[in-house]
């Protein structure tokens, strides 16, 4: 699949031909997505979807390995997403794109799913969430340094200090108690880290690979990252034993479907359907899901640090996609 495939529900328009709103004469058709009721659904899908994942996760970690459980995720993701890949044309990828496409899949899926999912062993999954919602955050500046057409305007400077206050706010209580056996800063350090390469694999993406089809892209990062964490795993934890509960399996499954396919799936549909900042607001509401299912279901405490330093978190992050992020992404990236 992918976008413009199929036309809008309505009929009154596809991906390639858009509304067109009424306007004053003499003034340039202003052009429109429509936006039906086909369109709203799977919007809120992919950030129920997606909000959900960090939930999976800390259910998944109760039984299984961290590495290990990353590896099975996107193994089977990678599975699920290549009959759509093969439609969108992957054997007629050159093999200059393929190995490109591969290595950004390192930077975008492999190490940071690996940082995250170590890093949730300590972190809660609301707190978590939240840190990694600087994401656009990073990506502006990351942009400015490695795409010149991208200056800093003062409102990216806002979202840059506001977003590097929510992390100091939310990492406050860990660092204040770090000790010897305190890993909740560690945690909270890699996942931060690990925004930052997802950050620098979208910008990598766009110096080269802007040609290649969301279906394929995606594919190829998966795969490539998939590899990477099964070499992990093997490598780092041959010695930890998987406890294979239902629990765990339902982790596994839902993360790999519902996770990961489901919503990338239903995203490339969307894209030409809906304004991009339609796109850059899901990761904002699919971190408040987050931290929501993380009290209900998790019992997750929140305290004021997760509050006060998520709101500048969000307000960062929706000022960043206000200003450039979202057009610079491939897609929303979330664990």
Request: hydrophobic residues 60%; glycine residues 10%; charged residues 10%.
């Amino acid at each position: 699949m992918k976008p413009g495939d199929s036309p809008l529900a309505n009929g009154k328009a596809t991906s390639r031909e858009p509304e067109m709103s009424p306007c004053p004469a003499g003034r340039a058709p202003v052009h429109r997505p429509v936006v039906n009721a086909r369109v709203r659904l799977a919007w809120l899908a992919c950030c129920v979807l997606w909000g959900s994942t960090w939930l999976f996760i800390k259910l998944g970690l109760r039984d299984l390995p961290p590495l290990r459980f990353a590896a099975l995720r996107m193994t089977l993701a990678a599975l699920l997403l290549l009959p759509f890949a093969m439609r969108a044309g992957l054997l007629r990828s050159g093999r200059a794109a393929a190995l490109r496409v591969g290595a950004i899949g390192l930077i975008q899926i492999g190490v940071p799913y690996a940082l995250l999912f170590a890093a949730q062993q300590w972190v809660a999954s609301g707190l978590s969430a939240v840190l990694f919602a600087t994401f656009p955050v990073w990506l502006l500046l990351l942009a400015r340094v490695l795409l010149p057409a991208q200056p800093l305007s003062p409102a990216k400077l806002l979202a840059a200090a506001l977003g590097i206050a929510g992390v100091v706010v939310l990492q406050l209580p860990a660092l204040r108690s770090a000790g010897a056996g305190d890993r909740a800063a560690l945690g909270g350090s890699l996942i931060v880290a690990a925004a930052v390469l997802v950050a620098l694999a979208n910008v990598l993406v766009r110096r080269g690979l802007e040609a290649v089809l969301p279906a394929v892209l995606t594919f190829g990062q998966v795969f490539a990252g998939a590899a990477l964490l099964i070499v992990l795993a093997w490598t780092l934890e041959g010695g930890r034993s998987a406890s294979w509960t239902p629990r765990a399996a339902v982790a596994v499954v839902y993360l790999a479907i519902c996770g990961t396919a489901v919503p990338y799936l239903l995203l490339f549909w969307l894209l030409p359907r809906i304004p991009v900042a339609a796109i850059g607001a899901i990761p904002l509401v699919d971190t408040t899901l987050a931290v929501f299912l993380g009290s209900v279901v998790l019992g997750e405490r929140l305290g004021w640090h997760l509050l006060a330093g998520g709101a500048l978190v969000l307000i960062a992050a929706a000022i960043a996609n206000g200003v450039g992020a979202a057009r610079l992404e491939t897609q929303p990236s979330t664990p």
